[in-house]
């Protein structure tokens, strides 16, 4: 059974950076075969795909996000990576990785907290 794991989330001032991690217990190397991906979800909203990354390792982003979220993976490591710069409160969220197409069990997320 594949097990997300997802760490690096803490509070932060507004224009601050987090770096979360994702790491993965899997037999099969998930990141070279799916695209997977960063969700969040704030409180009273619905989760929301925030980041992508492709087997091959294009990427694309929401528009809320893009130019300062980088999304990158390990594949050898089975983890993937959110690199977040000039975060603002309205990030405030958990933040989730899974796969982009059907996902599977969600892991507990990592809580990304940023003060105004």
């Known amino acids: 059974q594949v097990q997300f794991v997802e760490s690096g989330g803490g509070l932060v001032q507004s224009g601050g950076s987090l770096r979360l991690s994702c790491a993965v217990s899997?037999?099969?190397?998930?990141?070279?075969?799916?695209?997977m991906g960063w969700y969040r979800q704030a409180p009273g909203k619905q989760r929301e795909l925030v980041a992508e990354?492709?087997?091959?390792?294009?990427?694309n982003y929401a528009d809320s996000v893009k130019g300062r979220f980088t999304i990158s993976k390990d594949g050898a490591k089975n983890t993937m990576y959110l690199q977040m710069n000039s975060l603002k409160p309205e990030d405030t969220a958990v933040y989730y990785c899974?796969?982009?197409?059907?996902?599977?069990?969600w892991g507990q997320g990592t809580q990304v907290t940023v003060s105004s």
């Open positions: 899974n796969k982009v197409t059907k996902p599977l069990n």
């Open positions: 899997s037999s099969i190397f998930i990141f070279r075969i799916y695209t």
């Open positions: 990354i492709t087997s091959g390792g294009s990427t």
